[in-house]
């Protein structure tokens, strides 16, 4: 699996499996420290965030801890888990955290988080946070690149920020993380025969994040 944590596990630590199970109060931590106020009020476009708003989510910390019911905001520009303490304060976690699980209103899964801590065998796995869109012998990563860009309008001394997002993917297979912008792509990483012969049975259909998380999910079917 190197070293992956996959959708199925991390439904099952939700359901009591982890080392320990604990609620949003005890996610608190000394060290933790509170959001700058105003931070993000000159960015005019973009947004650092995944989710603008918050969102109820499970933390799997690095010690096997599962905490349930955390209101979350995941920065992906400054890789940060953000969230409410009991008091209402905006706080950024400095626990060691492999995995963040959001929750929908019937509080199914509906998005999974995973960082290098979470692919400890794979030795090329990139920094940050990265959307687990996939996952069996093979994974699919989205990762979210967002730049910071500092502008001043002439004769303005308030300068403007924008916040740009490149969309990457990412195939996990043998221990490592590559870049994939099409089925060649995969085709090429996977070497299977039988997944080449699908692939070039899509080449006509548009290319897009639906046709790259199917073909993984294909793959995985045939093992």
């Known amino acids: 699996m190197c070293g992956l944590l996959t959708a199925a596990m991390l439904m099952l630590a939700a359901g009591g499996l982890a080392q320990k199970r604990v609620g949003n109060p005890l996610f608190l931590h000394m060290h933790d420290k509170m959001v700058e106020t105003g931070k993000w009020e000159t960015v005019i476009e973009g947004s650092p965030f995944f989710n603008a708003d918050w969102r109820p989510a499970a933390i799997l910390l690095a010690n096997g801890t599962l905490v349930n ?8 520009l400054e890789n ?4 409410l303490d009991t008091a209402g304060r905006e706080m950024v976690t400095t ?5 963040v699980i959001f929750r929908d ?3 199914d899964t509906s998005a999974v988080f995973v960082n290098k ?3 400890a065998n794979a030795v ?3 920094e940050g946070w990265m959307q687990l869109l996939a996952t069996g012998k093979a994974s699919l990563l989205k990762r979210f690149l967002k730049q910071d860009i500092e502008t001043k309008a002439y004769s303005s001394a308030t300068p403007e920020r924008r916040i740009n997002t490149t969309i990457q993917y ?3 297979y043998n221990g490592r993380v590559e870049k994939v912008q099409s089925l060649d792509d995969i085709a090429d990483l996977l070497e299977s025969a039988a997944f080449s012969t699908w692939a070039a049975r899509q080449r006509g259909a548009k290319k897009s994040e639906q046709q790259l998380k199917a073909a993984v999910d294909y793959f995985n079917s045939l093992q």
């Open 69 to 76: 019911n955390v209101p979350v905001k995941m920065n992906l």
């Open 80 to 83: 940060e888990v953000h969230y």
């Open 95 to 99: 626990q060691a955290v492999k995995s």
């Open 105 to 107: 209103e019937s509080n």
């Open 117 to 119: 801590l979470a692919l």
């Open 124 to 126: 090329t796995a990139p």
């Open 170 to 172: 990412l195939l996990l």
